[in-house]
């Protein structure tokens, strides 16, 4: 990526004014190549009073970077598939500006101290004392929770949007968990429940599943079973299967394309089933 001076991101910013064909074909190619980090260094340089300017600016970017997300869903699937990082991905497409370093400091920090909480608490043998802990961390030190007022709000299913509110869908809340509490190693996976994503913890024991949008609730085999008789369906055992990172970031761009259809928001909707299909091919 390249590095600009304050000197070459003023005359950026003074070139954007002229808003001429000509002008945005170069800036669409010049916004390819530049980071996250110099488009809001960029950004800053546009008077806030300037709305016009800053409007203009922000659609050669959503335009510019949504397309680009194609090549990076695909490095992405084929590089490992780091959960945390498809989420961010997904993000950037609400929001290309978004400071993904300050979003990844501010998880690790979460861990650390999780971390510290569980060494200095004597745990027992059984695994409920420690998914206890977690919870009281995750739902009344951390204050997440399921955004049950604006369930089908899109912002749910942003990573930087749930982290900063507080507040989102049972996949968002789930990943967010899964982020915390894999980095110090602990044996917790995703469950991919219809309609209302579940995690694990099994670690030599029968596996026990959490409701991270329920505030950590402990469900049993028997409530899910009533939650897919609600829903209509017939029970499969595949629907208490741990999903792949790349099923992950899919259903969640799936939930997003079901509300952007319901919202008519056509275009935003084909720009998810590309990245999904990427995955797919992946």
Same mark, same amino acid.
């Given at each position: 990526?390249?590095?600009?001076?304050?000197?070459?991101?003023?005359?950026? %910013?003074?070139?954007?004014?002229?808003?001429?064909?000509?002008?945005? &074909?170069?800036?669409?190619?010049?916004?390819?190549?530049?980071?996250?980090?110099?488009?809001?260094?960029?950004?800053?340089?546009?008077?806030?009073?300037?709305?016009?300017?800053?409007?203009?600016?922000?659609?050669?970017?959503?335009?510019?970077?949504?397309?680009?997300?194609?090549?990076?869903?695909?490095?992405?699937?084929?590089?490992?598939?780091?959960?945390?990082?498809?989420?961010?991905?997904? %993000?950037?497409?609400?929001? /290309?500006?978004?400071?993904?370093?300050?979003?990844?400091?501010?998880?690790?920090?979460?861990?650390?101290?999780?971390?510290?909480?569980?060494?200095?608490?004597?745990?027992?043998?059984?695994?409920?004392?420690?998914?206890?802990?977690?919870?009281?961390?995750? $739902?009344?030190?951390?204050?997440?929770?399921?955004?049950?007022?604006?369930?089908?709000? /899109?912002?749910?299913?942003?990573?930087?949007?749930?982290?900063?509110?507080? %507040?989102?869908? /049972?996949?968002?809340?789930?990943?967010?968990?899964?982020?915390?509490?894999?980095?110090?190693?602990?044996? $917790?996976?995703?469950?991919?429940?219809?309609?209302?994503?579940?995690?694990?913890?099994?670690?030599?024991?029968?596996?026990?599943?959490?409701?991270? $949008?329920?505030?950590?609730?402990?469900?049993?085999?028997?409530?899910?079973?009533?939650?897919?008789?609600?829903?209509?369906?017939?029970?499969?055992?595949?629907?208490?299967?741990?999903?792949?990172? *790349?099923?992950?970031?899919?259903?969640?761009?799936?939930?997003?394309?079901?509300?952007?259809?319901?919202?008519? &928001? $056509?275009?935003? *909707?084909?720009?998810?089933?590309?990245?999904?299909?990427?995955?797919? &091919?992946?």
């Amino acid at each position: 990526m390249p590095t600009l001076s304050t000197t070459e991101i003023k005359a950026i %910013a003074k070139l954007l004014k002229s808003q001429d064909a000509t002008t945005t &074909k170069l800036m669409e190619e010049q916004l390819k190549t530049f980071d996250n980090g110099l488009l809001r260094e960029i950004d800053k340089e546009i008077s806030p009073g300037d709305i016009e300017l800053k409007n203009y600016f922000l659609n050669l970017v959503f335009n510019t970077k949504r397309e680009q997300l194609k090549s990076d869903f695909l490095k992405w699937a084929t590089n490992g598939s780091d959960l945390q990082e498809g989420a961010f991905l997904i %993000a950037l497409f609400d929001n /290309p500006l978004m400071d993904t370093e300050y979003y990844s400091s501010l998880i690790a920090k979460w861990a650390n101290t999780l971390n510290s909480t569980l060494k200095k608490v004597t745990l027992t043998d059984d695994p409920t004392s420690i998914i206890n802990e977690i919870n009281h961390f995750m $739902f009344m030190e951390i204050g997440l929770k399921g955004n049950k007022e604006s369930y089908y709000d /899109p912002k749910n299913s942003f990573i930087d949007k749930v982290l900063e509110r507080r %507040a989102g869908n /049972p996949i968002l809340l789930s990943v967010i968990y899964l982020l915390i509490t894999n980095k110090l190693g602990l044996s $917790f996976n995703g469950v991919n429940m219809p309609a209302h994503f579940l995690i694990q913890y099994a670690d030599g024991y029968d596996p026990i599943l959490i409701d991270p $949008f329920n505030q950590g609730e402990i469900i049993t085999r028997n409530v899910c079973q009533d939650r897919i008789r609600a829903l209509k369906l017939t029970w499969q055992e595949d629907y208490l299967s741990c999903p792949t990172n *790349k099923q992950i970031i899919s259903r969640i761009m799936q939930n997003l394309i079901n509300i952007y259809t319901q919202e008519e &928001k $056509f275009e935003l *909707k084909e720009y998810l089933e590309s990245y999904i299909n990427v995955l797919k &091919k992946a």
